[in-house]
């Protein structure tokens, strides 16, 4: 169990000196108790509180790495049960599953289609993050071989399906420096699995029937310093995982249960044996609270829209995705291109620079920073207004860049175009373009040709 705000209290310097930003101790201990400040905040506790209450200023779920190098994912880290509270801070990873009773061939097929799979969305590179073996055929050996196989093939983080401890060993030792998740730890077997992290280093899962004994594991591996720890706790059955998902994040989060405080790994590969079915359950545990989301298979029509989704759920509500404020040249445009400006909400940003894209027209696009509103929103909040646009097109160094005088402001603030021309003294002709983005391109054809 964590430490309580008193019990943090009682071993802070009681000076109420203000340094660390609040007006007493007690107000910091209260702060660090719930996870929203950092101990370093404090720079007069002893070295001896130090050690004590290092444990008190982690997040109330651990951060666990899996994999190593550039392609390692990180999950755990998270602090809130629900979005809005603040955000979440790790998105989960989805890992592709590959059992060891594949022939080569599919295996092959399997990862080429999972290292494919890569989006740009809104800015963000969308991907799969892992490769799930399993020793579906219970054979020691074709396991190590089919681990072997995958390997070779891919950098991605692996995660290791056996409960062999000795098979796992032997893996984990001549992988150690991938740093695999072995999945995993039970009952029976934990005390070799503590001698496995021991000597490799790499993170354990564990799998445990029901809450007491995932406590009994995660209990035993504390005591031995062993913090990198994924729970498993599912039952396989949609509706008894999906408690288990909050009940573990809520015992973690509110009632700082360090004992259940990991990120978790959910088996959406074997919740349905239809494709459609599976990427409905894997959603689920996207919002409700899978760290580590496993898939039977790598079709973009199953996976993509789980990637979109995971995007929205792991972005800061409190900080609209924004582009960066410049001049953005489309084609090498010359002084008679067109030029446009927008807002710096990375959607609008992607969609516009997309239809300017696909109508080939070279031209300039002004993105303008109005704290990551959209072009509605900005203008109702005062940030999009003629003195500011005009202030931005003489600072953004267009002027220098091209000849052309005509600026082509978005349809919805069509009632701007006067004012503007006048805040840039009549120096510039202000058009007034196409409401939605889908219009550009035709818009763009027809300014072009004139
Ligand atoms: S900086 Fe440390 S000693 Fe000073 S008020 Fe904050 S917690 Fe107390």
Redesign the pocket.
């Known amino acids: 169990m964590s430490l309580s705000g008193l019990e943090i209290f009682k071993k802070?310097?009681?000076?109420?000196?203000?340094?660390?930003?609040?007006?007493?101790?007690l107000?910091?201990?209260m702060q660090l108790a719930a996870g929203k400040v950092e101990l370093e905040?404090?720079?007069?506790?002893s070295e001896e509180a130090k050690s004590e209450l290092s444990e008190a200023s982690q997040p109330p779920i651990l951060k666990v790495e899996v994999g190593s190098g550039d392609q390692a994912f990180t999950v755990g880290e998270e602090n809130v049960l629900f979005r809005h509270e603040r955000t979440f801070i790790n998105p989960n990873a989805f890992a592709v599953t590959i059992k060891d009773d594949m022939s080569k061939q599919d295996i092959e097929k399997m990862i080429k289609q999972a290292e494919s799979l890569e989006y740009e969305r809104v800015g963000q590179v969308l991907k799969i993050e892992g490769i799930c073996i399993k020793n579906a055929s219970g054979d020691g050996q074709k396991f190590k071989e089919a681990v072997e196989t995958v390997a070779d093939l891919t950098q991605k983080p692996l995660i290791l399906v056996c409960e062999d401890p000795s098979v796992m060993e032997a893996l984990a030792v001549s992988l150690k420096d991938r740093k695999p998740l072995l999945h995993a730890a039970t009952v029976e077997t934990v005390d070799q699995f503590i001698e496995i992290a021991k000597k490799t280093g790499c993170p354990v899962a564990v799998k445990g029937k029901d809450f007491d004994a995932v406590a009994q594991i995660t209990e035993k591996m504390r005591a031995q310093k062993i913090k990198n720890l994924v729970i498993d706790i599912g039952q396989r059955d949609l509706k008894q995982d999906f408690f288990n998902q909050i009940a573990l994040r809520s015992a973690a989060i509110k009632k700082k249960n360090r004992l259940f405080g990991y990120p978790t790994i959910v088996f959406a590969d074997e919740l349905a044996q239809d494709p459609l079915k599976e990427t409905l359950a894997a959603s689920i545990f996207v919002a409700k609270y899978a760290s580590i989301i496993t898939l039977s298979n790598a079709s973009p029509q199953n996976i993509y829209p789980l990637m979109v989704f995971r995007q929205n759920i792991y972005t800061d509500p409190r900080q609209p995705m924004q582009a960066e404020e410049k001049v953005y040249a489309f084609g090498n445009p010359d002084a008679n291109s067109p030029i446009m400006i927008t807002t710096n909400f990375s959607l609008t940003y992607f969609i516009i620079s997309g239809e300017i894209e696909n109508s080939k027209i070279p031209s300039w696009l002004m993105v303008m920073n109005v704290e990551g509103q959209s072009v509605l929103t900005a203008w109702a909040a005062g940030k999009f207004i003629p003195e500011l646009i005009a202030q931005y097109i003489k600072k953004s160094g267009i002027e220098e860049k091209t000849e052309n005088r005509e600026l082509i402001i978005p349809g919805y603030v069509a009632q701007l175009q006067g004012e503007l021309e006048d805040e840039l003294d009549g120096k510039w002709k202000v058009v007034v373009g196409p409401r939605e983005a889908g219009e550009v391109p035709k818009f763009l054809k027809e300014y072009a040709a004139k």
Do not use: E, I, R
Not at 12 to 25: H, I, V, W
Not at 41 to 45: G, N, Q, R
């Open positions: 802070l310097p009681k000076t109420n000196c203000k340094k660390c930003g609040f007006p007493t101790c107000a910091f201990a905040k404090c720079p007069d506790v």
